[in-house]
């Protein structure tokens, strides 16, 4: 059988992994777990701060008109993804992460954007106190869905599934439990290692990417399918 990756992410999303991951001879296979949608708003004066926060494409996607007021701003972007979108809708970025907004934080100097607006989903992280005041503001919501008919299959058969939040593992789980799904067929590929805890136990095997990209998350879910296409079962050295 072909190794395959499943990818559960909010259908846009999960069409750009899987050009990616196209990239590296993977087929995959898209069945959204969630359904973005907009949230209302109220939206503070600029004038109010010194850079806006993006920890996801998602932020520029739905944000709406409101955003145009920011674009004065430089922004904080976590992943490169997300400085993508932010620099096409026409705003400039001046740091990006790759590992999280915490570190993004921590990397700046003391006296660096001391008044930041974090635009986010309804569900986030939340951040560890830095002595900069961050106003945050929820312009998107992940709506979960039920497993879809194609991903059930999916995992029935066993394969490679990509994992990018605590909240995805989670209800990835569940939906296991309630459909009566055979974890021991299917890898788990997360974001991280929380991530890939959240997940629980049972799984055929369960890795964490190194770094919290992408391409880090594919090239892992590669390597996972050559050792299956190889038959050598071998686990890459990574896992949790």
Same mark, same amino acid.
């Given at each position: 059988m072909t190794c %395959?990756?499943?990818?559960? &992410?909010?259908?846009?999303? *999960? #069409?750009?992994?899987?050009? &990616?991951?196209? +990239?590296?001879?993977?087929?995959?296979?898209?069945?959204?777990?969630?359904?973005?949608?907009?949230?209302?708003?109220?939206?503070?004066? *600029?004038?109010?701060?010194? *850079? $806006?926060? $993006?920890? %996801?494409?998602?932020?520029?996607?739905?944000?709406?008109?409101? =955003?145009?007021?920011?674009?004065? +701003?430089?922004? =904080?972007?976590? @992943?490169? *993804?997300?400085?993508?979108?932010?620099?096409?809708? @026409?705003?400039?970025?001046?740091?990006? @992460?790759? &590992? @999280?907004?915490?570190?993004?934080? #921590?990397? +700046?100097?003391?006296?660096?954007?001391?008044?930041?607006?974090?635009l986010t989903g309804k569900d986030h992280v939340k951040l560890i106190p830095s002595g900069r005041k961050i106003a945050l503001r929820r312009v998107y919501q992940a709506r979960a869905l039920a497993l879809g008919d194609m991903a059930q299959a999916a995992l029935r058969q066993g394969h490679v599934v990509l994992l990018y939040s605590v909240r995805a593992a989670k209800i990835l789980s569940d939906e296991m439990d309630r459909g009566h799904l055979d974890r021991s067929v299917n890898h788990i590929v997360a974001l991280s290692a929380n991530i890939a805890s959240a997940a629980g136990e049972g799984w055929k095997s369960v890795q964490a990417a190194d770094q919290p990209t992408d391409d880090a998350l594919l090239s892992l879910a590669g390597r996972l399918c050559l050792d299956k296409e190889n038959g050598t079962g071998e686990a890459p050295t990574n896992s949790i």
């Open positions: %395959s990756v499943l990818i559960l &992410r909010p259908d846009d999303s *999960a #069409r750009e992994t899987a050009q &990616r991951a196209a +990239l590296l001879g993977l087929t995959s296979i898209i069945d959204p777990l969630f359904a973005v949608e907009p949230l209302q708003w109220s939206a503070p004066p *600029a004038e109010e701060f010194d *850079a $806006l926060m $993006l920890t %996801s494409a998602n932020a520029v996607t739905f944000g709406g008109q409101a =955003l145009d007021a920011y674009k004065s +701003l430089p922004v =904080l972007a976590v @992943g490169s *993804a997300t400085a993508a979108a932010a620099e096409q809708a @026409g705003f400039i970025v001046a740091e990006t @992460g790759n &590992r @999280g907004a915490d570190d993004l934080l #921590r990397a +700046l100097t003391g006296d660096q954007f001391t008044r930041v607006l974090r």
